[in-house]
Antibody, heavy 115, light 107 residues
Framework: QVQLKESGPGLVQPSETLSLTCTVS????????VSWVRQPSGKGPEWMGR???????AYNSALKSRLSISRDTSKNQVFLKMNSLQTDDTGTYYC?????????WGQGTLVTVSS | DIQMTQSPASLSASLGETVTIECRAS??????LAWYQQKPGNSPQLLIY???SLADGVPSRFSGSGSGTQYSLKINSLQSEDVASYFC?????????FGAGTKLELK
């Protein structure tokens, strides 16, 4: 069955870089796109960016200068890197599959930006 | 970016009651709208896509409607397991954007 799982550090220092990995199973990254979505506690989700099935990427313009998404199809993994983290980047980060709506989500990983 | 405004922000209802949650887009999104349910500590779960299509495995007491800039999610015969937060999301324009959510509690 379709599964996605996020992994990465739970705590990041202000001004440093966040690196997260989304490991997928049950589908091919060359057939489906994977997005990153984050959610501050108690607030609505925010779409961050997408790795398309053909290897192209799309980013939320609000984050584009700080964000990079890449993949390793041999390992079924999609990567997120975001630099210059600040306290308002704290929240749960999800990877999710779907062209437009998001039918499959990972469990999420909580990222806290704090010194 | 398209702004999605949900109302109410919170809602209290009784078991068996019918509940309606509204979502308004800042411009026409041509029914390119999804609804999600999120229980505390869990990931969002897709309920509705294309404004009125029920996602796989979702109970038929959930329904979506609307067009243009105005959309709604209706829950018939509220069950205890429906206590959750609900979010709308548009995918007509980039970037996809979500509403701030409606928190549904039992009265």
């Amino acid at each position: 069955q379709v599964q996605l799982k996020e992994s990465g550090p739970g705590l990041v220092q202000p001004s440093e870089t966040l690196s997260l990995t989304c490991t997928v199973s049950g589908f091919s990254l060359t057939s489906y796109s994977v997005s990153w979505v984050r959610q501050p506690s108690g607030k609505g989700p925010e779409w961050m960016g997408r790795m398309w099935y053909d290897g192209d990427t799309a980013y939320n313009s609000a984050l584009k200068s700080r964000l990079s998404i890449s993949r390793d199809t041999s390992k079924n993994q999609v990567f997120l890197k975001m630099n210059s983290l600040q306290t308002d980047d704290t929240g749960t980060y999800y990877c999710t599959r779907g062209p437009n709506w998001f039918a499959y989500w990972g469990q999420g990983t909580l990222v806290t930006v704090s010194s | 970016d398209i702004q999605m405004t949900q109302s109410p922000a919170s809602l209290s209802a009784s078991l068996g009651e019918t509940v309606t949650i509204e979502c308004r887009a800042s411009e026409d999104i041509y029914s390119n709208l999804a609804w999600y349910q999120q229980k505390p500590g869990n990931s969002p779960q897709l309920l509705i896509y294309d404004a009125n299509s029920l996602a796989d495995g979702v109970p038929s007491r959930f329904s979506g409607s609307g067009s243009g800039t105005q959309y709604s999610l209706k829950i018939n015969s509220l069950q205890s397991e429906d206590v959750a937060s609900y979010f709308c999301q548009q995918y007509n324009n980039y970037p996809p954007t979500f509403g701030a959510g409606t928190k549904l509690e039992l009265k």
